[in-house]
T-cell receptor
Framework: EAQVTQNPRYLITVTGKKLTVTCSQN?????MSWYRQDPGLGLRQIYYSMNVEVTDKGDVPEGYKVSRKEKRNFPLILESPSPNQTSLYFC???????????????FGPGTRLTVT | AQTVTQSQPEMSVQEAETVTLSCTYD???????LFWYKQPPSRQMILVIRQEAYKQQNATENRFSVNFQKAAKSFSLKISDSQLGDAAMYFCAYRNMNYGGSQGNLIFGKGTKLSVKP
């Protein structure tokens, strides 16, 4: 079954305590991305990766890091979380977006993060 | 920069009736995708329907259809024979077709919350 998995699904943490949210896909997709969802703002892209070892900033990258050492995994790292990073986070994947007819077909189930 | 606007924060429909959700967008590109995603209370983002801008024919997926007006930059979603399971937040989204990187990411509207009354 084609899927994108995220862990953890729920996380409550304190300001400044480093955390990692994992994302994994089993479809051999080249492109992976992270979005955050906030009430009244829709979803906004944080970081994306075109392929292994190729990552770049999206629209709201401040306070986040990513890595792409393997094709299937794309973890989101918060080195020093702050309360304004309390949000719902989604990972998504697709084939190479420069290929015709490709788009974010699959989203992970979401990770609800609360930073106190 | 592209933008997506959903002017209806909330909508309500009677079960078995038809409802239309509105979406407008702004772009200078000629080749792009438009999408409607559904987010039920489970929070999972589910692709409902997709439209390629170069296609004149409106996309249809079972009870879901779109009215794509390229010149007017309008992309509405019609849900026919509404069911209780259709209750969700619906997001309209835009993506450039032939770009990678940040120009190829999804641009979302702020969403419309649809309630279905039994």
């Amino acid at each position: 079954e084609a899927q994108v998995t995220q862990n953890p699904r729920y996380l409550i943490t304190v300001t400044g305590k480093k955390l990692t949210v994992t994302c994994s896909q089993n479809m051999n997709h080249e492109y992976m991305s992270w979005y955050r969802q906030d009430p009244g703002l829709g979803l906004r892209q944080i970081y994306y990766s075109m392929n292994v070892e190729v990552t770049d900033k999206g629209d709201v990258p401040e306070g986040y890091k990513v890595s792409r050492k393997e094709k299937r995994n794309f973890p989101l790292i918060l080195e020093s979380p702050s309360p304004n990073q309390t949000s719902l986070y989604f990972c998504a994947s697709s084939l190479n977006p420069q290929a015709h007819l490709t788009y974010e077909r699959y989203f992970g189930p979401g990770t609800r993060l609360t930073v106190t | 920069a592209q933008t997506v606007t959903q002017s209806q924060p909330e909508m309500s429909v009677q079960e078995a009736e038809t409802v239309t959700l509105s979406c407008t967008y702004d772009t200078s590109e000629s080749d792009y995708y438009l999408f409607w995603y559904k987010q039920p209370p489970s929070r999972q983002m589910i692709l409902v329907i997709r439209q390629e801008a170069y296609k004149q024919q409106n996309a249809t997926e079972n009870r879901f259809s779109v009215n794509f007006q390229k010149a007017a930059k309008s992309f509405s979603l019609k849900i026919s024979d509404s069911q209780l399971g259709d209750a969700a937040m619906y997001f309209c989204a835009y993506r450039n077709m032939n770009y990678g990187g940040s120009q190829g990411n999804l641009i979302f509207g702020k969403g419309t919350k649809l309630s279905v009354k039994p």
